[in-house]
């Protein structure tokens, strides 16, 4: 028996044929990243069932030497849960792993195991009348762990934070197999490091993320959904610290896009249509919410806030959603920018955030410089302004090898726009991870300091290196 067979017949005796497959069918669809940028291989796929069988497939895989990349709905948008090509690695798929084990309505937490799907999590939140105040264009498929482990942000960050700020409590499986717990969420504790906060954003490796305890609020009463538009950056930086005075914690989400996102929605979307009759250079999507305590009055406050932003010329036009088909109408639109941009041709992606006051002048002032640089690109930013984090596109001009032009002109451009997100004082990821997108990215620009501390604490966690190589550092 080779090496690789007596770690596959170990893993296999632990798992049984459900829980581990070297099936070539089975395993295509998972060895892309969403993008479609990487493609790995992987020796094996293992799904295990319970975090027993976790630790000791980790003890297995730490015996044997075999590379561990955990993968939770394949959704990510830098590469991170995806292998190398070299064959030897152990894609791990936690989608098996999917129970919610608590729901507190009292105490409004939720525990619940790293393979939920967030869509999943939210209909099990509003079953009793609560609500988790995170969501993206992929919760169909995004699961907890992987939200977790890439410290994913999302549409609500303005006002609840990034997943980081949501977890209470901490479930993973280290990499010699031992099971960290930290589940049980205390406010005051003051026992040395915060060592879940370790393991948040570390995009698995340093520990397998396997269980969390989340923070839940009161389900929403009532919601208003406004389309407004305004013709810049500035003004759309003027809006929003108006809506911030006037609604308060009530303003829930504060997205924008440009004119050039928007038709590019409608030409990919069917039956779409555009909230106002006219085009405006910069669109804004703003939601307010309540309540019940405040659901009566919400829009009443709603429209006293937009007829004074009218009357102080912070905007040009608004539609305000009348019921909740308009208003996941709208929101529809901006979550289809991706999609949609994908189906128009190639581009290079960028999820940048500089400090949120600085960011119209950032975009306004070098996106210009980009297309003028490179001709026949055209240069967009759009996302959620409220937070300081856009995603800062690039089109391709007409080029009959996409690939062949972002590998070249594209890596070019991504490496300039990083230099002058860096120079701004900003970061070259805002939410979506480094992964292996943007790990020598991190390495030429980030902090020596930082990145030796990084280091420092991935070598005395996983020693040997198997969790994730090739990812974040």
């Given at each position: 028996?080779?090496?690789?067979?007596?770690?596959?017949?170990?893993?296999?005796?632990?798992?049984?044929?459900?829980?581990?497959?070297?099936?070539?069918?089975?395993?295509?669809?998972w060895l892309t990243d969403w993008r479609g940028r990487y493609t790995g291989s992987a020796v094996a796929?293992?799904?295990?069932?319970?975090?027993?069988?976790?630790?000791?497939?980790?003890?297995?895989?730490?015996?044997?030497?075999?590379?561990?990349?955990?993968?939770?709905?394949?959704?990510?948008?830098?590469?991170?849960?995806?292998?190398?090509?070299?064959?030897?690695?152990?894609?791990?798929?936690?989608?098996?792993?999917?129970?919610?084990?608590?729901?507190?309505?009292?105490?409004?937490?939720?525990?619940?195991?790293?393979?939920?799907?967030?869509?999943?999590?939210?209909?099990?939140?509003?079953?009793?009348?609560?609500?988790?105040?995170?969501?993206?264009?992929?919760?169909?498929?995004?699961?907890?762990?992987?939200?977790?482990?890439?410290?994913?942000?999302?549409?609500?960050?303005?006002?609840?934070?990034?997943?980081?700020?949501?977890?209470?409590?901490?479930?993973?499986?280290?990499?010699?197999?031992?099971?960290?717990?930290?589940?049980?969420?205390?406010?005051?504790?003051?026992?040395?490091?915060?060592?879940?906060?370790?393991?948040?954003?570390?995009?698995?490796?340093?520990?397998?993320?396997?269980?969390?305890?989340?923070?839940?609020?009161?389900?929403?009463?009532?919601?208003?959904?406004?389309?407004?538009?305004?013709?810049?950056?500035?003004?759309?930086?003027?809006?929003?610290?108006?809506?911030?005075?006037?609604?308060?914690?009530?303003?829930?989400?504060?997205?924008?896009?440009?004119?050039?996102?928007?038709?590019?929605?409608?030409?990919?979307?069917?039956?779409?249509?555009?909230?106002?009759?006219?085009?405006?250079?910069?669109?804004?999507?703003?939601?307010?919410?309540?309540?019940?305590?405040?659901?009566?009055?919400?829009?009443?406050?709603?429209?006293?806030?937009?007829?004074?932003?009218?009357?102080?010329?912070?905007?040009?036009?608004?539609?305000?959603?009348?019921?909740?088909?308009?208003?996941?109408?709208?929101?529809?639109?901006?979550?289809?920018?991706?999609?949609?941009?994908?189906?128009?041709?190639?581009?290079?992606?960028?999820?940048?955030?500089?400090?949120?006051?600085?960011?119209?002048?950032?975009?306004?002032?070098?996106?210009?410089?980009?297309?003028?640089?490179?001709?026949?690109?055209?240069?967009?930013?759009?996302?959620?302004?409220?937070?300081?984090?856009?995603?800062?596109?690039?089109?391709?001009?007409?080029?009959?090898?996409?690939?062949?032009?972002?590998?070249?002109?594209?890596?070019?451009?991504?490496?300039?726009?990083?230099?002058?997100?860096?120079?701004?004082?900003?970061?070259?990821?805002?939410?979506?991870?480094i992964g292996q997108l943007k790990r020598d990215e991190l390495a030429r620009l980030g902090d020596p300091a930082a990145l030796s501390m990084l280091r420092a604490v991935k070598h005395a966690l996983d020693p040997?290196?198997?969790?994730?190589?090739?990812?974040?550092?």
């Amino acid at each position: 028996m080779t090496n690789t067979d007596s770690f596959l017949a170990e893993a296999t005796a632990l798992l049984g044929p459900r829980g581990l497959t070297t099936d070539a069918d089975l395993l295509a669809p998972w060895l892309t990243d969403w993008r479609g940028r990487y493609t790995g291989s992987a020796v094996a796929m293992a799904s295990p069932a319970n975090v027993p069988e976790l630790a000791e497939l980790v003890k297995i895989c730490a015996r044997f030497g075999v590379p561990i990349v955990p993968q939770g709905g394949n959704s990510g948008m830098s590469g991170g849960a995806t292998p190398d090509g070299s064959g030897t690695a152990l894609l791990l798929s936690l989608r098996r792993m999917n129970a919610i084990r608590t729901l507190d309505i009292e105490a409004r937490q939720v525990t619940c195991e790293a393979g939920v799907v967030l869509q999943t999590l939210h209909e099990a939140a509003e079953a009793r009348d609560l609500r988790f105040p995170l969501s993206l264009g992929g919760k169909g498929s995004a699961t907890v762990g992987g939200l977790i482990s890439t410290n994913a942000g999302g549409t609500q960050v303005l006002r609840h934070g990034s997943m980081r700020a949501l977890v209470l409590g901490l479930e993973a499986v280290l990499a010699d197999g031992q099971v960290f717990s930290m589940l049980t969420p205390l406010k005051k504790d003051n026992r040395g490091f915060d060592l879940k906060q370790l393991l948040i954003g570390s995009e698995g490796t340093m520990g397998i993320v396997t269980a969390a305890t989340l923070r839940l609020l009161p389900a929403i009463a009532e919601r208003v959904v406004i389309w407004a538009g305004v013709p810049s950056l500035g003004a759309a930086r003027k809006l929003l610290l108006h809506c911030e005075h006037s609604a308060g914690e009530a303003l829930e989400g504060f997205e924008v896009l440009p004119q050039a996102c928007l038709d590019a929605v409608l030409d990919y979307l069917p039956d779409s249509r555009a909230p106002l009759s006219d085009r405006h250079a910069w669109h804004v999507l703003i939601e307010v919410v309540a309540d019940r305590n405040a659901a009566a009055t919400l829009r009443d406050r709603c429209e006293s806030m937009m007829a004074d932003a009218f009357e102080a010329e912070l905007l040009e036009d608004a539609a305000m959603s009348s019921n909740e088909s308009q208003a996941e109408a709208m929101w529809l639109l901006r979550e289809s920018i991706s999609p949609a941009e994908r189906a128009r041709g190639p581009a290079v992606q960028h999820d940048i955030s500089v400090p949120v006051e600085k960011m119209p002048d950032f975009v306004e002032t070098t996106a210009p410089m980009i297309e003028a640089r490179w001709p026949g690109t055209e240069a967009i930013a759009f996302g959620h302004l409220g937070d300081g984090n856009v995603h800062y596109h690039v089109i391709a001009p007409d080029v009959t090898d996409g690939p062949a032009w972002q590998a070249d002109q594209g890596k070019t451009i991504s490496r300039y726009i990083h230099d002058l997100v860096t120079e701004w004082g900003g970061s070259i990821s805002a939410e979506h991870g480094i992964g292996q997108l943007k790990r020598d990215e991190l390495a030429r620009l980030g902090d020596p300091a930082a990145l030796s501390m990084l280091r420092a604490v991935k070598h005395a966690l996983d020693p040997a290196g198997i969790l994730n190589p090739g990812k974040l550092i």
